[in-house]
């Protein structure tokens, strides 16, 4: 049983001492494939995921199941997509009935849904999908529409408790698709005869239609509705919230209430805040096709960070995901903590048990018996650019570092990851190439000589020298020629890659390596 320090932990203790004993605690997270599903709707997934974990740790059963809305209409065409008119034939429709514009899938919303389905699974989630169109369509809510329209009144004074204006006499907690148009949206005057009949006006095509509630499958609950109907039809013990739906009157507010008519109690619930990406402001939305992907974050991440960063914080704090130079610090704090959740590096207890929930939290399957390889991610982005980019020969020197597969895996996804942010991302004075040749620099006389004082050094003693040694004999070869430190400087960066400043150089230049350095020198 794992101890009650990290968040996930101990929401899933309360959920035990809360709920009792259960044989399986069901968990739920959802999402509308209105477009491309993005990295905000991540923190709902990972969340769920995480204290599931903390009940799997604890000997608990689990059942994680994921809401695909896709009976929701399609509202609007995101700005990223393809075929944007052909696209747009179908507003207001269910988004399950919207066509693939890339045609590779049997929908557009199936298109999104596996998509993301395959996104979790780089990062260690499972879930049970539920396709809300399939169970709408097959009956399975007939009971708890039902219950809402039997229960209208009391729903209705739920909600105009948390209105300014309360709902009008005709309002019906029922939504229905056009026998004719397949649209939701100008739908009338519906009227329930008590029993079994529906009836509707459609404005959009003038249809007049009547709908039998124990054969059709045109019905569907409002969001405000079909949550708490379906918290109660999969006996939901668990599911998070956004900000967004936890503010009073919000959709939990109405829904914890909501819910006790379908004879069922709001799940344990926990809000999250936003999580957004530095450099890229606001909130991301999948309708206006302004957002990153989980695919997106993996490129710059490895799987286990991604995780790792989730679990860092606790689920009320917002926080962004850097794609800036605050990469490089990100994967020195998860170096960092790896090397306390191993013991490799010291720490206090406390802080200790931490990285190595933290770090056990963050893991695809089970956390490796020896800390895998570090290699330090801004001496990464060197290393590759000494090789202009070439992962396979920036690999020979790490050599004698990697030792068996882990190792082989840590070191290809975190290179992968530094070529894409040195290609997409880097700031421009942090990248550079080095030069082919020698550029026969200009200089002052002192300068030139310094030059060649310093290489004539390189080839004397170059496998005496360290990192520290090269720094001190290079400080007392500028010396000795009466240059100026940051003139010296200059003149070794524009001989090695014809810029005024680069990495720290007597590191960088024991890198390159001898025989590279004397020809450019």
């Given amino acids: 049983m794992s101890a009650n320090i990290h968040w ?42 995480l ?35 052909e696209l747009a034939k179908y507003m207001f429709q269910p988004i399950v009935d919207t066509p693939d514009p890339f045609g590779e ?69 029922v939504s229905v698709y056009c026998e004719k148009c397949n649209t939701d949206h100008e739908i009338k005057n519906i009227k329930w005869d008590g029993k079994s009949a529906l009836s509707y006006e459609c404005n959009n095509c003038q249809n007049k239609g009547q709908l039998d509630l124990e054969t059709t499958e045109r019905v569907k609950l409002p969001w405000r509705m079909d949550w708490p109907m379906r918290w109660a039809h999969e006996q939901v013990d668990f599911e998070p919230g956004g900000k967004d739906h936890s503010s009073q009157g919000g959709s939990y507010t109405t829904a914890k209430e909501i819910v006790k008519l379908y004879d069922w109690r709001s799940p344990i619930y926990l809000q999250y805040d936003f999580v957004s990406i530095k450099g890229a402001g606001g909130k991301m939305s999948s309708s206006k096709g302004n957002l990153i992907t989980v695919n997106d974050i993996l490129k710059v991440y490895e799987p286990e960070m991604v995780r790792w960063i989730f679990a860092s914080y606790k689920t009320n704090v917002d926080f962004a995901v850097s794609f800036d130079l605050d990469v490089i610090k990100t994967y020195e704090d998860f170096d960092r903590q790896e090397r306390q959740a191993y013991g490799v590096e010291a720490a206090n207890e406390k802080k200790a048990a931490m990285a190595k929930r933290v770090y056990e939290l963050s893991q695809i399957s089970t956390m490796p018996s020896e800390m895998p390889f570090q290699p330090a991610f801004r001496h990464l982005t060197n290393i590759l650019q000494i090789h202009d980019g070439d992962i396979k020969a920036a690999r020979s020197f790490y050599d004698s570092d990697i030792k068996n597969e882990r190792d082989e895996r840590r070191f290809n996804e975190r290179a992968a990851c530094a070529k894409h942010w040195l290609e997409n991302y880097a700031p421009e004075d942090f990248k550079f190439s080095v ?78 390596g001898k025989d590279r350095v004397i020809q450019l020198l």
């Fill in 8 to 49: 996930a932990d101990i929401t899933a203790d309360r959920i035990i001492k809360q709920l009792g004993e259960k044989d399986v605690y069901t968990l739920a997270s959802g999402i509308t494939p209105s477009g491309v599903v993005h990295f905000g709707n991540f923190r709902e997934v990972i969340t769920v995921d």
């Fill in 51 to 85: 204290v599931a974990r903390g009940l799997r740790a604890k000997g608990k059963k689990v059942r994680f199941i994921f809401s695909w809305d896709d009976y929701d209409t399609f509202r609007k065409v995101p700005a990223n997509m393809p075929k944007q008119d």
């Fill in 105 to 173: 899938h049997e929908s557009y919303a199936a298109h999104h849904e596996r998509s993301f389905e395959a996104q979790l699974e780089k990062v260690g989630i499972e879930v049970e999908p539920l396709y809300q169109a399939v169970k709408y369509r097959a009956g399975e809510y007939r009971k708890g529409i039902r219950t809402t329209l039997e229960k209208r009144d009391e729903i209705a004074a739920i909600l105009n408790e948390h209105r300014t204006s309360p709902l009008g006499e005709d309002w019906m907690p």
């Fill in 435 to 512: 030069n082919s040749s020698n550029i026969n620099y200009e200089c002052e006389s002192n300068t030139k000589s310094f030059l060649t004082a310093f290489k004539q050094v390189l080839e004397k003693d170059w496998a005496s020298f360290d990192d520290k040694s090269l720094h001190e004999k290079m400080y007392e070869v500028i010396h000795e020629h009466e240059v100026e430190p940051p003139v010296a400087f200059k003149a070794l960066y524009q001989s090695l890659i014809s810029q005024d400043r680069g990495p720290k150089l007597a590191s960088f230049i024991l890198t390159v």
